[in-house]
């Protein structure tokens, strides 16, 4: 096993990481940028470095000073966390040159899934359903016209490097086309550095269902069911829950086997999760895959009772994975709300500022994943998600009371988050019927306000 671990990542998931290793009883090396001095990680760790100024293309990403840390330190393996420089396959390789593990897949299984545009022509290849589109590049606006003509609208322009939801539009007519490829394309280089576009017919009211992967270095590939993650705002994750109550055992079956395919198609190694889409119709296509954690790992580590962190540093480290498919069983309902420092009535803008006060909630079947406290300042920098509240329970309904009653507790004073909005998703009878699809919050997100204006309006009145 490991003895040192560089954690090249910062906030929650540094924390998630940080706790595997001690756990393990693995050493480890946080990093951090002159922002994060004060950051929880870098005080829980064995020893901390810092590696640059706030910026995170000259700290978090800066590749040659993480690896001059992991050398300093004599870490054997580097764990990336997700974003910065999880998905990327050129540190991965770097990474193994310079003798510390990277924990998580190869560089080449990173470069096949990563270029989201050449993965779909793989999967395809496999026999894994994709939906109708380019199936590889498009070079420029001109080919997607042509393309969207044979798909027929409405199709989704998609960023070949993309994340986060960031690099999509969609194109509901051809008028429309060269002015969305265009500002998604130059999004898509701004946040990724890659312009590369593809293009996918608009699946009308999908839902978005994803299968856990873990596959070890002797070639046994696995999955950990699923997760419906449809409650989204601006194709990003808001409330994911597992398992994904839409899923008959039969459909569960043929996606899981769809996906072990899928991670099998690219040489996958470690934890990663497929990401599909399934239509009004059942049918299923694949969307991408994701080749690192996941921030909503979580759920299935309630549901499943296997430590998924635990088990990426156990492959990594070439042991074999302690189970069969048929040892993984589910247990109960469990649901995550991503609790984001985000300003609901300035249209979401994030908005980080000191955390004057924190109080998280507890009690049977929560959990927090956050590396908020009070007094902490949060920069300005980074991502803007702070907390993940996460409750499991016997069945869904009682998931649902239960992560109501969580919100309820949780208090963070110093600047707005979006908890509100996810506790009152959590009253909507959509949400409530387990009938959301990906179209749900950007349909009732304006009734979801009214309601609580109502609510506060008639409050004010008592
Ligand atoms: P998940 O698929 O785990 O739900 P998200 O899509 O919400 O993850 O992304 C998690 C984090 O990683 C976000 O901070 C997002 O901005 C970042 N991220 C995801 N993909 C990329 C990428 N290709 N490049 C850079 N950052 C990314
Ligand atoms: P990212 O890398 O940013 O996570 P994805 O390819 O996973 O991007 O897409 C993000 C979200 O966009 C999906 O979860 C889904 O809601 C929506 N989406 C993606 N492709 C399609 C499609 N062809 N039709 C309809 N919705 C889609
Ligand atoms: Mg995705």
């Given amino acids: 096993m490991f003895k040192r671990i560089l954690i090249a990542n910062r906030g929650e998931i540094a924390l998630r990481v940080l706790r595997a290793c001690r756990e393990m009883e693995i050493e480890t090396v946080a990093v951090y940028s002159t922002a994060d001095a004060e950051a929880l990680h870098v005080q829980l760790a064995t020893q901390s470095v810092c590696i640059g100024p706030p910026k995170a293309a000259d700290s978090y990403l800066n590749q040659s000073a993480l690896l001059t840390v992991a050398r300093a330190t004599g870490c054997d393996a580097v764990h990336p966390g ?5 998905e990327n396959a050129d540190f991965a390789d770097a990474c193994a040159e310079a003798g510390s593990k990277f924990i998580g897949p190869s560089g080449s299984a990173i470069r096949k899934a990563g270029s989201k545009a050449a993965a779909c022509a793989l999967m395809k290849a496999a026999g894994v359903p994709t939906v109708p589109g ?7 606006a001109d080919a997607a016209l042509k393309i969207a003509a044979e798909v027929g609208y409405p199709v989704l322009l998609k960023a070949s490097a993309g994340g986060g939801g960031r690099g999509i539009r969609k194109v509901n007519s051809p008028e429309e086309l060269p002015a969305a490829f265009h500002e998604a394309s130059a999004e898509a280089v701004a946040c990724f550095g890659d312009g590369t576009m593809y293009l996918e017919k608009f699946v009308q009211n999908p839902r978005h269902i994803e299968f856990q992967i873990l596959a070890d270095s002797q070639g046994h590939t696995i999955h950990l069911f699923d997760r419906d993650c449809s409650v989204q705002r601006r194709n990003q994750k808001l409330i994911e829950e597992a398992p994904a109550r839409c899923l008959t055992p039969e459909l569960r079956q043929e996606m899981g086997a769809a996906a072990v395919r899928a991670a099998q198609a690219v040489g996958y190694e470690n934890a990663g999760t497929v990401e599909f889409l399934l239509a009004e119709d059942n049918q299923f296509y694949f969307c991408e895959m994701n080749t690192r954690v996941q921030v909503e790992h979580g759920v299935t580590e309630m549901v499943t009772g296997i430590d998924i962190v635990r088990q990426q540093i ?20 469990a649901i995550e709300c991503r609790v984001n420092a985000e300003d609901p009535e300035a249209n979401f803008r994030p908005c980080p500022g000191t955390a004057s006060f924190v109080y998280f909630p507890g009690g049977t079947g929560v959990r927090i994943d956050s590396g908020l406290y009070s007094g902490y300042i949060l920069p300005p920098y980074y991502d803007s998600l702070v907390a993940k509240v996460l409750v499991h329970a016997p069945t869904r309904l009682e998931a649902i009371r239960r992560m109501r009653r969580a919100l309820e507790e949780l208090t963070i004073e110093g600047f707005p988050t979006n908890a509100g909005l996810s506790h009152l998703i959590l009253y909507h ?6 009938v959301c699809t990906t179209a749900f919050l950007e349909n009732h997100l304006q009734e979801l306000v009214d309601w609580d204006r109502r609510a506060a309006e008639s409050e004010a009145a008592k």
Avoid: C, T, W
């Fill in 134 to 140: 380019s199936n590889g590049p498009v070079a420029d």
């Fill in 314 to 333: 156990r492959i990594a480290a070439g042991l074999p994975l302690g189970m069969k498919q048929e040892d993984v069983k589910l247990s109960g309902h």
């Fill in 429 to 434: 009878p959509d949400y409530v019927r387990g």
């Fill in 82 to 86: 997700y974003g910065f420089l999880s």
